[in-house]
């Protein structure tokens, strides 16, 4: 059986690599508006209710207006915007996230697709929060850095076009010194935490890829864990799942032995290492004393943050092996 497709705004970023992901399935039929009709509304809303399941990507008030279009309850709709993140009867497409979510998504038919840093910090953080090994009202921070492609067209033409303003030469910007943005409610909600982390994201010079980390004073918590109790926990979580891995306790060693090389300090983590893929590796540090930890996701933005992640639920909500095409 073949099952239509329809990206509304597949000329996004994010549209592209779902599009280019199910470009060379035999399963799948990805439907497309008729050119001479491409400003025609109606053309639109025939596609969003004839499909068998629709993947918005969109800004938010598009994706609220194509979500008030579709009058047939037969369509499935991944949402890849910030707009039904945390929204009554929405499922939020993070299949690995609980033991009941993989289910959740392949029964639902309304699914928001994570934002990127909330899936490295919720993949890092709900597992040890469920644990009791992170005290729900624990002061937590964020800090991340991401490819310039996670901030759509307008970023990416300022990077790579050298378009206006004359700031494009950055080599890292950091932003959110206001201490808002729009992944905070999910990062809060689905991992079950009493308060927003103070959240530090930036941008490097660099396309796609991302790494997202959580540093911990366990000494300041409760049942003070260790960072082998953490790592334990992760392990736990995460056994048997193809997409989210945990490193080797040995691997997280290797990496710690950072030392200083011909050029400069060798890096320890690329955030592109991984570009491309629908993975996560997930890493957990410590000092000698185990006093302290860093947590550690490395993802693409634009793979398990972002496109990969919506073609994993997709494949979940029709009923279509889970890794199909990624």
């Known amino acids: 059986?073949?099952?239509?497709?329809?990206?509304?705004?597949?000329?996004?970023?994010?549209?592209?690599?779902?599009?280019?992901?199910?470009?060379?399935?035999?399963?799948l039929e990805v439907l497309s508006i008729d050119p001479?009709?491409?400003?025609?509304?109606?053309?639109?809303?025939?596609?969003?209710?004839?499909?068998?399941?629709v993947v918005l990507c969109l800004p938010d008030d598009a994706s609220r207006e194509a979500v008030s279009m579709l009058s047939s309850n037969k369509v499935k709709v991944i949402d890849a915007s910030t707009a039904f993140r945390t929204a009554p009867g929405w499922t939020y497409g993070f299949p690995e996230m609980s033991p009941t979510q993989r289910d959740a998504v392949r029964n639902a038919t309304r699914v928001s697709n994570p934002g990127c840093y909330p899936t490295g910090f919720i993949g890092?953080?709900?597992?040890?929060?469920?644990?009791g090994?992170?005290?729900?009202?624990?002061?937590?921070?964020?800090?991340?850095?991401?490819?310039?492609?996670g901030g759509g067209k307008g970023l990416i033409a300022e990077f790579e076009d050298?378009?206006?303003?004359?700031?494009?030469?950055?080599?890292?910007?950091?932003?959110?010194?206001?201490?808002?943005?729009k992944h905070l409610p999910e990062m809060k909600i689905h991992t079950g935490i009493s308060h927003h982390?103070?959240?530090?994201?930036?941008?490097?010079?660099?396309?796609q890829g991302m790494l997202v980390e959580v540093p911990l004073q366990l000494w300041a918590m409760p049942g003070k864990p260790s960072p082998a109790d953490l790592h334990v926990a992760l392990e736990a979580a995460y056994a048997g799942e193809a997409f989210v891995q945990v490193a080797s306790g040995m691997e997280c060693a290797e990496l710690a032995k950072t030392r200083a090389g011909a050029g400069?300090?060798?890096?320890?983590?690329?955030?592109?290492?991984?570009?491309?893929?629908?993975?996560?590796?997930?890493?957990?540090?410590?000092?000698?004393?185990?006093?302290?930890?860093?947590?550690?996701?490395?993802?693409?933005n634009l793979g398990k943050g972002a496109s990969g992640a919506a073609v994993q639920s997709l494949n979940l909500m029709l009923g279509l092996p889970e890794g199909e095409g990624l």
């Open 1 to 27: 059986m073949t099952h239509t497709i329809f990206i509304d705004g597949e000329a996004g970023t994010t549209g592209l690599q779902i599009r280019d992901r199910l470009a060379r399935r035999a399963d």
């Open 36 to 53: 001479a009709r491409r400003k025609d509304p109606e053309a639109r809303r025939e596609l969003l209710n004839a499909a068998d399941a």
């Open 124 to 131: 890092l953080v709900r597992p040890l929060v469920a644990a």
């Open 133 to 149: 090994l992170i005290p729900a009202d624990f002061p937590l921070t964020v800090n991340a850095i991401s490819g310039y492609s």
């Open 162 to 181: 050298n378009a206006p303003p004359a700031d494009t030469n950055d080599a890292f910007r950091a932003y959110g010194y206001s201490l808002v943005h």
């Open 197 to 207: 982390p103070v959240f530090a994201p930036s941008v490097g010079r660099y396309a």
């Open 264 to 300: 400069g300090y060798v890096q320890a983590l690329d955030p592109q290492a991984l570009n491309g893929t629908n993975k996560m590796r997930l890493f957990v540090f410590g000092n000698a004393d185990g006093s302290q930890a860093r947590l550690v996701a490395l993802l693409d």
